[in-house]
């Protein structure tokens, strides 16, 4: 588990205060290769690539979570229109929103900012905070 003094400002401003980076700022927004993303706070398991979609957006985009679990759901009000808050369904950090206008099978879009997962590549082994 990262303590805040070990996180970055992004980290800090995304994770713990719910702020939103810049699209195509992160670096996983367009990572391609296989591989499991966890919250980069606490590890868990959060989607797996297979379920990683391109959605232009410039954020990592998925179209399911690997458990129900994972994830916990928020109503979130601060624009106009409510939004779905998606958080770490472990340690509550503030992940992204969920869309509804994501392709199938599910038609969900887990819009994510990318400082808020580390990616593991399941064939090197290798670890990149977003
Ligand atoms: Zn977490």
């Not at 995304?14 to 296989?34: A, H, I, M, R």
């Not at 398991?45 to 954020?59: E, H, I, Q, R, Y």
Request: glycine share 8%; hydrophobic share 30%; net charge negative.
């Amino acid at each position: 588990m990262k303590k805040r003094e070990e996180m970055t400002d992004i980290q800090v401003h995304v994770c713990l205060n719910q702020g939103t980076e810049y699209p195509f700022s992160g670096k996983l927004f367009d990572q391609q290769k296989k591989g499991l993303y966890r919250c980069v706070v606490c590890h868990s398991p959060l989607f797996v690539s297979d379920t990683k979609f391109d959605a232009g957006c410039g954020w990592p985009s998925f179209f399911e979570a690997i458990s129900p679990e994972a994830i916990r759901y928020l109503d979130d009000y601060k624009l106009s229109h409510p939004r779905v808050e998606i958080r770490c369904g472990q340690c509550d950090s503030h992940l992204g929103h969920l869309f509804q206008d994501g392709p199938p099978p599910t038609g969900l879009r887990y819009c994510v900012n990318s400082v808020s997962m580390a990616f593991e590549d399941v064939e090197s082994g290798e670890i990149i905070e977003g």
